[in-house]
């Protein structure tokens, strides 16, 4: 999932920082694709499975290097992972 | 007990931190896990985003500046060299991962890895289309 769809949304906004703005993430766009539900479900989604499958490497890459305190970093990298996909959802919902 | 013990079993020395550095393949192993730094960063950008879109359009043009920032784009840079990374080193081990076993044999793994190639390619072309990247 991350792999298939991380790549093109990262040229999105690279090509957005070169100064050439693509259609979606014009204001007018992307609040109307925001303020579908559809779009709503789209973002949640692809912002909390990301998060989550980042949350989890990271949690194995620090035990590989010898932290080995692992239900603290657990409990620190998935609830980081669960506070900011909450933070998504309430933004989402103001949209 | 302990001091009967004759033979001395024989213990590997293992480095705590930087056991990977003894294999290039540790050491590439070790550079895909890396990938979810950034890869969670730019999530959280995205999360900082939406935030900003819910501020309104003031907000949101303010964010869209910031993106341009050589620090962003250097970021960016980065993170999608990562991220590429990430996703062929995935798509190169698919075959080992899902094997798909077609009677008594299996798929070759060009043909596991090359479908997941396909569908990536279309879904990104797909997606960028709709944006309105090209």
Same mark, same amino acid.
């Given at each position: 999932?991350?792999? &298939? @769809?991380?790549?093109?949304? !990262?040229?999105?906004? =690279?090509?957005?920082? /070169?100064?050439?703005?693509?259609?979606?993430?014009?204001?007018?766009?992307?609040?109307?694709?925001?303020?579908?539900?559809?779009?709503?479900?789209?973002?949640?989604?692809?912002? &909390? @499975?990301?998060?989550?499958? !980042?949350?989890?490497? =990271?949690?194995?890459? /620090?035990?590989?290097?010898?932290?080995?305190?692992?239900?603290?970093?657990?409990?620190?990298?998935?609830?980081?992972?669960?506070?900011?996909?909450?933070?998504?959802?309430?933004?989402?919902?103001?949209? | 007990?302990?001091?009967?013990?004759?033979?001395?079993?024989?213990?590997?020395?293992?480095?705590?931190?930087?056991?990977?550095?003894?294999?290039?393949?540790?050491?590439?192993?070790?550079?895909?896990?890396?990938?979810?730094?950034?890869?969670?960063?730019?999530?959280?950008?995205?999360?900082?985003?939406?935030?900003?879109?819910?501020?309104?359009?003031?907000?949101?043009?303010?964010?869209?500046?910031?993106?341009?920032?050589?620090?962003?784009?250097?970021?960016?840079?980065?993170?999608?060299?990562?991220?590429?990374?990430?996703?062929?080193?995935?798509?190169?081990?698919?075959?080992?991962?899902?094997?798909?076993?077609?009677?008594?044999?299996?798929?070759?793994?060009?043909?596991?890895?090359?479908?997941?190639?396909?569908?990536?390619?279309?879904?990104?072309?797909?997606?960028?289309?709709?944006?309105?990247?090209?």
């Amino acid at each position: 999932m991350t792999a &298939f @769809l991380t790549p093109a949304l !990262v040229t999105l906004t =690279l090509l957005a920082g /070169l100064g050439y703005v693509p259609d979606v993430l014009a204001y007018e766009r992307l609040h109307a694709f925001a303020a579908h539900w559809l779009g709503k479900v789209a973002l949640i989604t692809v912002i &909390f @499975l990301s998060l989550w499958s !980042v949350a989890h490497r =990271l949690r194995i890459t /620090l035990y590989d290097i010898g932290v080995r305190a692992d239900r603290g970093v657990a409990a620190a990298v998935y609830s980081a992972a669960g506070l900011a996909s909450i933070a998504a959802a309430v933004f989402l919902f103001r949209v | 007990m302990a001091e009967k013990v004759t033979r001395r079993p024989y213990v590997r020395e293992v480095p705590r931190v930087l056991w990977f550095l003894r294999h290039p393949r540790y050491v590439r192993y070790m550079v895909r896990e890396v990938t979810c730094l950034f890869i969670g960063a730019y999530t959280l950008l995205m999360v900082v985003g939406l935030q900003r879109l819910s501020e309104g359009r003031a907000s949101w043009e303010a964010f869209l500046e910031m993106l341009r920032s050589p620090w962003s784009i250097a970021f960016h840079a980065l993170a999608l060299g990562f991220s590429l990374y990430h996703t062929v080193t995935w798509f190169n081990l698919t075959p080992k991962a899902l094997p798909v076993q077609v009677g008594e044999s299996f798929l070759p793994d060009r043909v596991v890895a090359g479908a997941h190639y396909a569908a990536w390619a279309l879904l990104s072309l797909v997606l960028l289309k709709l944006a309105g990247a090209y």
